[in-house]
């Protein structure tokens, strides 16, 4: 596709509720990325994928946060028994190799 | 570990001045990147910086590196309202060229009034 695409673009979650994002990368792109924005502060890292490895998953908070890339390319990040302060906008982004990362529009998430 | 500070968090300025917003970070990297973010919006790119000394500019924006200092600057000369924005400087958090992902600042919320 023309860009990162991700899914949904806003997602409201019962306390405890578990939650699915979606990341559609770039079409070649090898390398993939999620972040974690709490509202006014910079995103943060969650962990990053080379093709279907997940080569680093140190940024993610707890063990409810799990993310996959079975095939090397739409990735699946979950988020069991979701808290309050996980809300936040998740951020994907990919990049072809060690070029510049490209982000998609992210999911606004929000635990109620 | 890595950590990436910008100054100011919040700068309001008029229309047709100059400011400058730095970004210091505190482990060696080999590259640092500048993006802007528009309310409700993603992150959009602005500038790759890959060396010391290297200065890039893009319209009213010029971004610069020193690596030695650790710092680097974005640069609004004669501010444009629709410069307004977040600005965010990110730091590729280990050697391979940012393919390993970024720790970010927490942004530079900026507002230029006519």
């Known amino acids: 596709g023309a860009g990162v695409s991700q899914s949904p673009r806003y997602k409201v979650a019962k306390r405890g509720q578990d939650v699915a994002l979606r990341c559609d990368p770039i079409s070649g792109h090898v390398s993939l990325f999620w972040y974690q924005q709490a509202l006014g502060q910079g995103p943060e890292f969650l962990t990053y994928?080379?093709?279907?490895?997940?080569l680093d998953k140190s940024g993610l908070p707890s063990d409810r946060f799990f993310a996959e890339r079975p095939e090397g390319s739409v990735s699946t990040l979950k988020i069991q028994r979701t808290q309050q302060e996980d809300s936040a906008v998740y951020l994907c982004?990919?990049?072809w190799g060690q070029g510049e990362a490209f982000f998609g529009q992210g999911t606004r998430l929000t635990v109620v | 570990e890595l950590k990436v500070e910008q100054n100011p968090l919040f700068l309001s300025m008029q229309e047709g001045k100059n400011y400058t917003i730095y970004c210091n970070y505190s482990t060696t990297s080999d590259r640092l990147y500048w993006y802007r973010q528009d309310p409700g919006k993603s992150l959009e790119s602005l500038f790759v910086?890959?060396?010391?000394?290297a200065v890039k500019q893009e319209g009213r924006l010029m971004a610069s590196l020193d690596t030695k200092a650790r710092l680097s600057t974005l640069h609004i000369t004669a501010a444009v309202h629709d410069l307004s924005a977040t600005y965010f400087c990110?730091?590729?958090?280990?050697?391979?060229?940012?393919?390993?992902?970024?720790?970010f600042g927490k942004g530079t919320h900026l507002i230029i009034q006519p």
């Open positions: 910086l890959l060396s010391n000394g």
């Open positions: 982004a990919s990049s």
């Open positions: 990110a730091v590729s958090r280990g050697i391979g060229g940012g393919a390993d992902g970024l720790t």
């Open positions: 994928f080379q093709n279907e490895a997940q």
